[in-house]
């Protein structure tokens, strides 16, 4: 149990569907990430919240949609998807620091959850 | 191009035998961090080395930071079959300030009982 709950762990859907992967973390944490992990490829990352702001898109299509409605939940809306995203979805958290300058992050250990399994017929 | 590399990228020894891992980086950093993935599994955090750091232990595990080589290394003693995963190192380069890490390929380990 890492703290980090996702859900669902497998999704198949059409090009056309809409969907939403949800994250939920118990530990209190103030930063929250997805990440997409593709066959053969290093772990990319997509988005960062820190303390629920979107603080890194980093350049991700706009058929990905975040949403961090409070520190312990993030949603990856998905819509009009391409063969090429099916991967591993992964959610993080870590408690990370706040300066006056921007946050301080990545200075602490992120705690991922186990994935979301995303298929695209 | 790619921030951490793992080398090798895949890796098979014996129980009890101690397996080496180790990661290049291009770029200065803040920190460099070693994660397991079990198969199916997300990553589990192993240990984070600073990069005024040049070791740092944790049970079995010991990680090495050489700033001037920009390289690091997993030294996992007495491997166990439990040990089997896929490892990886991530980067927090210094012009970082949202936590942005950069990941490596892996390297695949099999620890045979």
């Known amino acids: 149990e890492t703290g980090v709950t996702q859900t669902p762990r497998h999704l198949v859907m059409g090009m056309t569907n809409k969907k939403s992967l949800k994250c939920e973390q118990h530990l209190g944490h103030n930063a929250m990430y997805w990440y997409k992990q593709s066959a053969k490829k290093p772990l990319e990352l997509m988005f960062v919240y820190n303390f629920k702001e979107q603080t890194e898109n980093n350049s991700v299509p706009s058929r990905f949609s975040p949403e961090c409605p409070n520190s312990s939940h993030l949603f990856l809306h998905l819509h009009t998807l391409q063969p090429e995203d099916s991967a591993l979805y992964l959610c993080a958290s870590s408690q990370d620091h706040h300066s006056g300058t921007g946050t301080s992050g990545g200075n602490q250990p992120q705690h991922f959850g186990d994935g979301t399994r995303l298929s695209i017929l | ?113």
């Not at chain 2, 192993?46 to 050489?66: A, F, M, Q």
């Open chain 2, 1 to 113: 191009s790619q921030q951490g590399e793992e080398d090798p990228q895949a890796l098979s020894i014996q129980e009890g035998e101690n397996a080496t891992m180790n990661c290049s980086y291009k770029t200065s950093i803040n920190n460099l961090q070693w994660y397991r993935q079990n198969s199916g599994r997300g990553l589990v955090h192993l240990i984070l080395i600073r990069s005024n750091e040049r070791e740092k232990h944790s049970g079995r595990l010991r990680v090495t930071l050489d700033t001037s080589k920009k390289s690091s290394s997993l030294l996992i003693t007495a491997s166990r079959a439990a040990d089997t995963a896929s490892y990886f190192c991530a980067t927090l380069t210094r012009s970082s300030n949202t936590g942005k890490l950069i990941f490596g390929q892996g390297t695949t380990l099999q620890v045979k009982p």
